[in-house]
C-alpha cells in the first residue's frame, strides 16, 4: 500500500502563485507515476498533471499547461505542483493519486489516493 499526504492549498488572488506537494509513505518503490487532480463542486474529478516516476517526463492537462509546472523527488518520495497565473475556474480540491501499474491519465489509472487540499483562486 502506498500512502499520500497533500499540503501546500490555501486562498490566493487570481495571477498568483501556489505550491501544492505530496509526501508519499509505505511501498514507494511500486510507484510508476504519481498525478494531480482536481474536482470543483458539482463536477468531475480531472486530471490536471502527473509525472513518470523512472523517468520524470511529465504530462499536462492542455488547461494548464505553460501554467503548472510537476516534478518528483524520489529520495523524499514526494511530488509538487507548481501553479502560476492561477484564475477563478483552477478553484477546487487538489487530490495527489499514484499509482503501481496501469496506464493512462484519467482516475481509474491510479490506485492511491491522498485526501485532498483546497485551493481557492478569487477575483
Known amino acids: 500500500q502506498v500512502q499520500l499526504v497533500e499540503s501546500g492549498g490555501g486562498l490566493v488572488q487570481a495571477g498568483g502563485s501556489l505550491r501544492l506537494s505530496c509526501a508519499s509513505s509505505?511501498?514507494?518503490?511500486?510507484?510508476?507515476?504519481m498525478g494531480w487532480f482536481r474536482q470543483a463542486p458539482g463536477k468531475e474529478r480531472e486530471f490536471v498533471a502527473a509525472?513518470?516516476?523512472?523517468?520524470?517526463?511529465?504530462y499536462y492537462a492542455d488547461f494548464v499547461k505553460g501554467r503548472f509546472t510537476i516534478s518528483r523527488d524520489n529520495v523524499k518520495n514526494t511530488v509538487s505542483l507548481q501553479m502560476n497565473s492561477l484564475k477563478p475556474e483552477d478553484t477546487a480540491v487538489y487530490y495527489c493519486?499514484?499509482?503501481?501499474?496501469?496506464?493512462?491519465?484519467?482516475?481509474?489509472?491510479?490506485?492511491?489516493w491522498g485526501q485532498g487540499t483546497q485551493v481557492t483562486v478569487s477575483s
Open positions: 509505505g511501498r514507494t518503490l511500486s510507484i510508476t507515476a
Open positions: 509525472i513518470n516516476w523512472s523517468r520524470g517526463n511529465p
Open positions: 493519486a499514484a499509482r503501481d501499474s496501469g496506464y493512462g491519465l484519467g482516475v481509474l489509472g491510479y490506485q492511491y
